[in-house]
């Protein structure tokens, strides 16, 4: 009698700890003590479709199937329930255990879809024991976000799966790699057969470059550099207790000397190329809400600023935006502490592009627009995505398929949030200046939908687009791309795998000299992506590969030019089917248009239209000023189309402080281009400044160039 009580008790303790089994870390078993550890005990949701599992032990595990987290969560609460029922007390239900604005569980069989709509029913796919062929995420839910597959504790079976996985990967993913690389080499050919066609002829291949003799001035400068930095080199070692400076501040700017000098070695090192330029950078370890552990740089002047302690820098808690963070700064180097009432920098972060790392803006010398902010003024801090050169999370490794089950939401609703609060809690403020470039863009426009994270918006002063990724430009039809796009998503994984996406490249990054990597890196991005060096400055191109490719997983790019997501839809955040009626409607309205203006009636149908559009708008009233800078010879992306959503008033709670189109200019031309601190970087400068909240004016140094900026009133 008492076996079958204890049975009847039992049961939902049970059926939770085989439910638990399957979201652990490890499998039972495996190590008693280990396994208890870091069993799953409650799923945390950071967004109403985003929720994390919870260890024993207090650490994180990424994100999960809606309807796992949802049972876990229940049958915990049965277990608690009947705990409590037992010794007569009431259970308490706490915040984590439902998604975030939902009073009530969604129905058995439901989910929200990111547009307000009801999915159909899911299906039960997530059996730890199934082949990992078989973890398909589910179709029915947001079409443009669909559901990641669910990725059970390792066992040997899972091990294996895992090990052919990778090594099919490897053989079939190093075949399209060397298929990229030939056809880059075949296209190169007419370029090589030119250049020498030109040297035969005694004339100047080069001199076609738009910034020719602008690129010649500034070698020649450079050159002047480095005999100098060799010569006070050679004088302060020959004649040490001698300091004289006359030289070298003829050469450099005073207020900011160069502790490196010299020949460019070409290396993959941020800090270097910030003491090149007399500023240096500081690393610091931010842990994301799912655990993983992400990278922030921190530009300074070290003439006035002393660097954080290496304790200081490690990573914290996992929480974003608590209590203590705003009133944070009390420790050893942070930027709050070191700067008196007035004399404060504003903070703005940089987030990087797809395949970089935000070394990206810092490879250009003075022209980098990390380094120019610097010295403008602002408190930069310089963002880096999920796993970059050191995958690293709190629990798990590389080889766990779980560490790589990630696209562009998890970037945008878990790594941008951890990077703001971080950078935040460093400096003191409330808000800071948001600049992003391509990819960095997309999980920015991702993370402030309203489906999403709409409450980041309240963190930020002004996001500043640099080749905003919304729409998809020309180049998604290409071959090689299209052919990612027409194989199933079965054929995806054991062509790219489930781990990182052809990891190939890292290797050569690490085994390759600085500059035949630079050049192969650019001959083959170019050949992908249409893009050249002509407004680039040429012989700092071979830095500027040096921060590209980083570690993205194959699961990112399968969202970005898989079959089921933005290369089928060609938007971000909109169906194609929404795309093609947004069409109908702009020439509908430019039809409406050109009859008022003939007969003279003014444009009140077009002021319906737009009232109507705002309807299906992405974003609430809690969004942040927009500013964009759009590439007009941009392929890859279409940033035309985004300013026509904005200007046709289908985001009406959308404020665009700013907007240019730079006809010119390729994807990488606003960060990279010769000109573009003069098209970008100083008006990027204005718009933070004048977006910069009134109390953050008082209290921070007025940059240099933006004196006679007056405050945003709109």
Request: charged share 25%; glycine share 8%; aromatic share 10%.
């Amino acid at each position: 009698m008492a076996g079958g009580h204890a049975k009847r008790e039992g049961a939902p303790a049970a059926e939770f700890r085989r439910h638990a089994e399957k979201l652990s870390l490890l499998p039972p078993g495996s190590d008693d003590e280990k396994t208890r550890e870091t069993s799953a005990v409650e799923a945390k949701f950071i967004t109403p479709q985003d929720p994390i599992i919870e260890t024993a032990d207090g650490n994180r595990l990424p994100p999960v199937p809606l309807p796992e987290a949802i049972k876990l969560n229940d049958l915990k609460e049965k277990v608690e329930r009947g705990s409590h029922e037992e010794t007569g007390g009431e259970r308490v239900r706490t915040d984590g255990d439902r998604p975030p604005g939902a009073a009530d569980r969604p129905q058995e069989g439901a989910a929200n879809n990111g547009f307000g709509q009801q999915g159909k029913p899911l299906r039960q796919y997530n059996l730890p024991e199934a082949p990992l062929g078989g973890a398909s995420p589910s179709q029915q839910t947001n079409p443009l976000f669909p559901q990641l597959p669910l990725y059970g504790p390792p066992t040997i079976l899972r091990n294996l799966q895992c090990f052919s996985f990778r090594i099919s990967s490897f053989f079939l993913s190093l075949t399209f790699l060397g298929t990229l690389v030939l056809g880059s080499a075949f296209t190169s050919i007419p370029l090589m057969l030119r250049h020498i066609a030109f040297r035969l002829t005694f004339r100047d291949p080069n001199a076609r470059r738009p910034f020719h003799e602008e690129e010649k001035r500034r070698k020649k400068e450079r050159r002047h550099k480095a005999r100098e930095w060799k010569h006070q080199r050679r004088r302060k070692n020959k004649y040490p207790k001698i300091v004289d400076n006359s030289e070298e501040e003829g050469v450099y700017d005073r207020e900011y000397q160069p502790t490196e000098g010299g020949d460019d070695p070409v290396v993959c090192d941020v800090a270097y190329y910030a003491r090149r330029v007399g500023l240096d950078i500081e690393e610091y370890s931010v842990q994301t809400e799912d655990g993983f552990i992400i990278k922030l740089w921190h530009v300074y002047n070290p003439s006035e600023y002393t660097p954080a302690s290496a304790a200081h820098r490690s990573h914290r808690a996992p929480e974003v935006f608590s209590a203590s963070h705003v009133t944070n700064g009390h420790g050893y180097g942070s930027s709050e502490t070191q700067f008196g009432s007035g004399e404060q920098k504003y903070p703005v972060l940089l987030v990087h592009g797809l395949l970089q790392s935000a070394g990206a803006y810092c490879t250009n010398d003075d022209d980098s627009l990390a380094f120019f902010l610097c010295k403008s003024g602002y408190d930069v801090w310089l963002g880096n995505n999920r796993c970059g050169f050191r995958p690293q999370h709190q629990t798990l490794h590389y080889g766990d398929p779980r560490m790589w089950n990630w696209n562009i939401r998890q970037m945008g609703v878990i790594d941008l949030p951890s990077l703001i609060s971080r950078v935040l809690a460093e400096t003191g403020f409330e808000k800071l200046g948001l600049i992003c470039h391509s990819q960095g863009t997309t999980e920015t426009f991702v993370a402030l939908a309203k489906e999403q994270r709409p409450d980041l918006g309240n963190k930020i002063s002004v996001f500043c687009a640099l080749a905003p990724a919304v729409y998809a430009g020309p180049l998604i039809g290409k071959a090689y791309l299209k052919f990612m796009r027409v194989i199933s998503h079965s054929m995806f994984r054991i062509v790219f795998g489930i781990h990182a996406f052809i990891p190939l490249m890292m290797s050569m990054h690490r085994l390759l000299p600085g500059k035949v990597y630079g050049a192969l890196g650019y001959r083959v991005f170019s050949f992908l992506f249409n893009w050249t060096d002509d407004r680039w400055e040429q012989d700092l191109r071979d830095r500027m590969f040096q921060f590209a490719p980083v570690y993205v997983s194959a699961e990112s790019m399968r969202w970005w030019l898989g079959r089921e997501c933005f290369a089928k839809h060609k938007c971000i955040l909109a169906t194609k089917e929404v795309g093609r009626q947004e069409d109908l409607e702009d020439e509908e309205d430019d039809g409406a248009q050109r009859i008022d203006q003939t007969m003279f009636k003014g444009s009140s149908s077009s002021d319906d239209s737009r009232q109507s559009r705002g309807q299906n708008a992405w974003y609430d009233d809690q969004v942040p000023p927009f500013a964009l800078w759009v590439a007009g010879s941009d392929e890859l992306v279409d940033g035309r189309r985004l300013l026509r959503r904005f200007e046709r008033g289908r985001e009406p709670h959308v404020k665009v402080v700013h907007s240019k189109i730079i006809e010119e200019y390729e994807h990488l031309d606003v960060i990279w281009a010769m000109d573009s601190v003069d098209k970008v970087a100083k008006e990027v400068r204005e718009v933070v400044w004048k977006t910069a909240p009134a109390d953050a004016r008082d209290a921070c140094r007025v940059p240099i160039g933006c004196e006679s900026v007056d405050p945003w009133t709109g």
